[in-house]
């Protein structure tokens, strides 16, 4: 059975940073790409960014680039996303994503729970 769980939410001013971590169990993590995607309260879905099979390509979302880095550790089988001078619209549910190949031309077809960041003076 396919798990992520992810973890490192959190209340956090705003200029400050957190980690996200997504804990993937139940597949072959080495070989899928993996994405971070969040849900700002009232809003739908946005991508954040991705990250291929090898780690060594990766993509972000306009509103987080040069500010948010993804990452993985294949041989922990964890997803990262360093998350640096956040701002208030950066409050969302952040949801880790497995697609369904090596790369994000393909789509989601496993998602977690969500870990909630909250960026509040």
């Known amino acids: 059975e396919v798990q992520l769980v992810e973890s490192g939410g959190g209340l956090v001013q705003p200029g400050g940073s957190l980690r996200l971590s997504c804990a993937a169990s139940g597949f072959t993590f080495s070989s899928y790409a993996m994405s971070w995607v969040r849900q700002a309260p009232g809003k739908g879905l946005e991508w954040v960014a991705a990250?291929?099979?090898?780690?060594?390509?990766?993509s972000y979302a306009d509103s987080v680039k040069g500010r948010f880095t993804i990452s993985r550790d294949n041989a922990k089988n964890t997803l990262y996303l360093q998350m640096n001078s956040l701002k208030p619209e950066d409050t969302a549910v952040y949801y880790c994503a497995k697609f369904d190949g090596s790369g994000w031309a393909y789509g989601m077809d496993y998602w977690g729970k969500g870990t909630l960041v909250t960026v509040s003076s």
């Open positions: 990250i291929n099979s090898g780690g060594g390509s990766t």
